[in-house]
Nanobody
Framework: QVQLVESGGGLVQPGGSLRLSCAAS????????MGWYRQAPGKERELVAT???????DYADFVKGRFTISRENVKNTAYLQMGSLKPEDTAVYFCNLHFTINYRNYDYWGQGTQVTVSS
């Protein structure tokens, strides 16, 4: 089994910064993607950023230039450095781990961490 544990959420003022962490443990295939998604009240879950085990990054347009995703493969840990935060960034942020073995997709999710941007 695979477990993902997120940390680092909280309350921050507009324009502030937060760093989220996601530690994965268990039976993890070495070649994998890790990503961050978010879900605001009344809205669907949306992609924020992903990073492959090789280091390729992709970002949603609404976070480009403000957020940075990174990872430490040795620790199976991903990070999301969030800056210039806006009230509309308020959401529960979920970590995702994805890999494919023999054409079968595996997706695992963390429990989510609340990020609230408010003055």
């Amino acid at each position: 089994q695979v477990q993902l544990v997120e940390s680092g959420g909280g309350l921050v003022q507009p324009g502030g910064s937060l760093r989220l962490s996601c530690a994965a443990s268990g039976s993890i295939f070495g070649i994998n993607d890790m990503g961050w998604y978010r879900q605001a009240p009344g809205k669907e879950r949306e992609l924020v950023a992903t990073i492959t085990s090789g280091g390729r990054r992709d970002y949603a347009d609404f976070v480009k230039g403000r957020f940075t995703i990174s990872r430490e493969n040795v620790k199976n840990t991903a990070y999301l450095q969030m800056g210039s935060l806006k009230p509309e960034d308020t959401a529960v942020y979920f970590c995702n781990l994805h890999f494919t073995i023999n054409y079968r997709n595996y997706d695992y999710w963390g429990q989510g961490t609340q990020v609230t941007v408010s003055s």
